[in-house]
């Protein structure tokens, strides 16, 4: 068998992988039915449903019909430039509270993108806050500080 389309056959085989991780650990604990789950309901469907879809896909790349492509090389970069934020997410939420935190992480990780605008970033920044906001604050009134702590407000 030949790889025609490599981009859909390795995207397959790490869904699949990742599903295989989370299928696997979500049967390590109580599974439960559908009318009352288990903590390991959940990640095991889903992990499942991974791992037909990372099939699926992995097929699709092996398909006579398939669409030739090759996989670029590895940006190492852009990767720094998604998940570096999203620690820094993690450490400054605290000390800098919810909006300016949420600020840096979308103001970061959006240089990863090669449609980078200051536009989309503050748009997407602007959407992501007010979402925040509306789901985490007002709905399920979860108390985290939204401005740091010497701003006093």
Request: charged fraction near 10%; aromatic fraction near 16%; glycine fraction near 14%.
């Amino acid at each position: 068998m030949k790889i025609i389309n490599h981009k859909d056959f390795w995207a397959g085989m790490l869904f699949l992988v990742f599903g295989a991780f989370f299928a696997g650990e979500g049967a390590t604990y109580t599974f439960g039915t559908a009318a009352r789950m288990g903590p390991g309901y959940f990640p095991t469907l889903l992990g499942a449903m991974l791992m037909l879809l990372g099939l699926l896909v992995a097929v699709g790349g092996l398909r006579a019909g398939a669409t030739p492509e090759t996989v670029e090389r590895f940006s190492w970069s852009t990767l720094a430039l998604i998940l570096g934020p999203i620690v820094l997410f993690g450490l400054l939420l605290e000390p800098l509270g919810l909006i300016l935190s949420l600020l840096m992480l979308v103001g970061i990780s959006s240089y990863a993108s090669h449609e980078f605008s200051w536009r989309g970033a503050c748009y997407s920044a602007a959407f992501l806050i007010g979402l925040c906001l509306l789901v985490f604050i007002y709905a399920l009134g979860l108390q985290f500080q939204l401005w740091p702590s010497f701003v006093g407000v």
